[in-house]
Nanobody, 113 residues
Framework: QVQLVESGGGLVQSGGSLRLSCAVS????????MAWYRQAPGRDREFVAD???????IYAQSVKGRFTISRVNLRSTMDLQMNSLKPDDTAVYYC???????WGRGTQVTVSS
């Protein structure tokens, strides 16, 4: 059974930083692309970033240069370092395994102006 558990969300002022983590179990983590998505109130869930097992990354244009995705294959964990946060970054952030169609429950990030 695939399990994805996010942590690290919270309330931060505009310009601040947060680091999200995702702990993954139930899959051979090293074999799969992993991703972060987010969903703001009243909006569709949107892609934030993904990372291959070898560390190749893709970012949404809206976060490029501010967010950094990383993974530690030996620990089956994935992180999202978020810097220069803006109120528009306010959303529930989800960890996702595309190959399995699996999602975590999400962690709330709120950026105050």
């Amino acid at each position: 059974q695939v399990q994805l558990v996010e942590s690290g969300g919270g309330l931060v002022q505009s310009g601040g930083s947060l680091r999200l983590s995702c702990a993954v179990s139930g899959i051979e983590f090293i074999d799969y692309i992993m991703a972060w998505y987010r969903q703001a109130p009243g909006r569709d869930r949107e892609f934030v970033a993904d990372i291959t097992p070898g560390g190749n990354v893709i970012y949404a244009q809206s976060v490029k240069g501010r967010f950094t995705i990383s993974r530690v294959n030996l620990r089956s964990t994935m992180d999202l370092q978020m810097n220069s946060l803006k109120p528009d970054d306010t959303a529930v952030y989800y960890c996702h395994s595309p190959a399995h169609g699996a999602w975590g429950r999400g962690t709330q990030v709120t950026v105050s102006s």
